[in-house]
Antibody, heavy 118, light 112 residues
Framework: EVQLVESGGGLVQPGRSLKLSCAAS????????MHWIRQAPTKGLEWVAS????????YYRDSVKGRFTISRDNAKSTLYLQMDSLRSEDTATYYC???????????WGQGTLVTVSS | DIVMTQGALPNPVPSGESASITCQSS???????????LNWYLQRPGQSPQLLIY???TRASGVSDRFSGSGSGTDFTLKISSVEAEDVGVYYC?????????FGSGTKLEIK
């Protein structure tokens, strides 16, 4: 059974950093692209970043480019999101997700809440 | 960026009735390989989203056959036949033809 467990969320001041983790199990992690998707309180879903199975290719939405870094450790079956220079508009529940061609978001974690506030 | 626009439902929908959710993309999602890069998700209250439909019309594993997806390159419909209490939540369409991957704003379904 595919399991994705996010951690690392919390309350952080504007301008500070936070690193999220997503521990994966139940599948061959190194064969799957991985993604971060966020949802601001009472709002819709917003794709944040993606990384290829090898980690050689990464993609970001414009609003986080240069501030967020997606990475992975295939030996540890773990996905990361390093978030720097955080802003109030980054406040959201962050989900990690995975899937295959045709369904990149087939499996979702339970999410971790990031609150950016002074 | 590809903009995804979703329609609203005439909530609440009576239990047992059908409901159709529309989604429109600002660019054709029909790839040269013949596949349409459009997926549907349901987010039940307090839960993570779940995949319902991929490649526009293929039901994901374990999804009830009451759910069906159809459409063209830019106009799509998710139909729920005979809605049930467990169908309550917000439905999202999403394109994965190109980055940035984008979602519709969501369509809420309430049951009467």
């Amino acid at each position: 059974e595919v399991q994705l467990v996010e951690s690392g969320g919390g309350l952080v001041q504007p301008g500070r950093s936070l690193k999220l983790s997503c521990a994966a199990s139940g599948f061959t992690f190194s064969n799957y692209g991985m993604h971060w998707i966020r949802q601001a309180p009472t709002k819709g879903l917003e794709w944040v970043a993606s990384i290829s199975p090898s980690g050689g290719s990464t993609y970001y939405r414009d609003s986080v480019k240069g501030r967020f870094t997606i990475s992975r450790d295939n030996a540890k079956s773990t996905l990361y999101l390093q978030m720097d220079s955080l802003r109030s508009e980054d406040t959201a529940t962050y989900y990690c997700a995975t899937g295959r061609a045709g369904y990149p978001f087939a499996y979702w974690g339970q999410g971790t809440l990031v609150t950016v506030s002074s | 960026d590809i903009v995804m626009t979703q329609g609203a439902l005439p909530n609440p929908v009576p239990s047992g009735e059908s409901a159709s959710i529309t989604c429109q993309s600002s660019k054709s999602l029909l790839h040269s390989n013949g596949k349409t890069y459009l997926n549907w998700y349901l987010q039940r209250p307090g839960q993570s989203p779940q995949l319902l439909i991929y490649w526009m019309s293929t039901r994901a594993s374990g999804v009830s056959d009451r759910f069906s997806g159809s459409g063209s390159g830019t106009d799509f419909t998710l139909k729920i036949s005979s809605v049930e209490a467990e169908d309550v939540g917000v439905y999202y369409c999403q394109q994965f033809l190109e980055y940035p991957l984008t979602f519709g704003s969501g369509t809420k379904l309430e049951i009467k």
